[in-house]
């Protein structure tokens, strides 16, 4: 079975396919899991790192695992199912997932423990837009853009 998978990345590394997984997902971060060995980011969104500091209420808490929380949240006794939209070659696929048929990537930037990422998609901006003004998630604190985080 894992020399199959591997197989598959190699097919999906090197050509433009549509691939699908299903299966029981490993929450890795606020925007990445894992099914079956393979490693996927959430298109379109972008989380706090697990080690990330934010702030809410003038108190310091750990954003990046809130997020990752939330995620173990919204896929727990889930089956999840992925379809792979492009390939790093480096490190992960990214993929649209859902679970229970709602869409992961837009539930996290609605609960506002993820981003719209506009540099690979602007699905997600009304969403965040809207929890942004909820001040759902990050957006009743302060915090520092993911991508700005990593940065310095």
């Not at 197989?7 to 990445?32: C, H, N, Q, R, Y």
Request: aromatic residues 8%; charged residues 25%; hydrophobic residues 45%.
């Amino acid at each position: 079975m894992k020399r199959i998978l591997i197989s598959l990345l190699f097919l999906f590394a090197a050509f433009p396919v549509k691939a699908e997984i299903m299966g029981t997902p490993i929450v890795i971060a606020g925007d990445m899991l894992m099914i079956n060995g393979i490693r996927m980011h959430l298109h379109g969104i972008d989380a706090p790192e697990l080690d990330q500091v934010c702030d809410a209420k003038g108190k310091k808490y750990r954003c990046g695992a809130v997020a990752k929380t939330a995620l173990m949240d919204l896929v727990a006794g889930a089956s999840v199912r992925c379809s792979l939209k492009e390939n790093n070659q480096a490190v992960h696929a990214y993929a649209y997932c859902e679970a229970g048929g709602f869409d992961l990537s837009s539930n996290m930037v609605h609960t506002g423990w993820a981003l719209a990422d506009r540099t690979l998609s602007k699905k997600y901006v009304a969403v965040e837009q809207r929890a942004r003004k909820a001040k759902r998630g990050l957006w009743r604190g302060g915090f520092a853009l993911p991508w700005e985080w990593r940065d310095r």
